[in-house]
């Protein structure tokens, strides 16, 4: 057997994800289908390195230190209406909460119903680990982390 596979090798910041709503065939229509999206996702899977089963122990991390494969959910467009007579709404995350979007109306809204409405558009954002004053020194080489024994001395002269 022959099995061809697609991977992506670098994930973005942000990742957008648009499933597909509309079919165009002899006739337009509109596919209605319910689509739970996660609100955190894991695209380890779909990557390069996660397709080696090592890597996906060693392959955590890319070089700039943020989590390469984790997103969480922060917006999501969905379509109302007919084909014809459609209107988009959207639903975004501020601040640990939700808000739906309809025209001038904002109002706040529950996880669930984002998470089951009928998306037609998801956006995921990359996870960014929190900071702490101790990751900076275990970032930094033991060189950079200890001054010279002369600047901690006081002394102008050249080493």
């Not at 955190?40 to 080696?52: A, I, K, S």
Request: aromatic content about 8%; hydrophobic content about 40%.
């Amino acid at each position: 057997d022959t099995t061809k596979q697609l991977s992506i090798k670098k994930l973005p910041p942000v990742l957008s994800i648009q499933l597909k709503r509309f079919e165009h065939t002899a006739q337009a229509s509109k596919i209605e289908s319910i689509v739970r999206i996660p609100a955190e996702l894991d695209m380890t899977p779909y990557t390069t390195r996660g397709l080696c089963p090592a890597a996906i122990l060693i392959a955590t991390c890319c070089s700039d230190g943020i989590p390469a494969h984790r997103y969480s959910l922060f917006a999501v467009v969905k379509h109302v209406g007919s084909l014809e007579t459609g209107h988009y709404t959207a639903f975004a995350k501020s601040r640990g909460e939700w808000y739906a979007f309809d025209d001038h109306t904002v109002i706040q809204a529950r996880e669930a119903e984002v998470l089951e409405t009928n998306t037609y558009m998801a956006f995921y954002i990359r996870e960014v680990p929190e900071f702490s004053p101790s990751m900076a020194n275990e970032a930094r080489p033991a060189a950079e982390s200890e001054p010279p024994a002369a600047a901690a001395s006081g002394s102008s002269q050249p080493l």
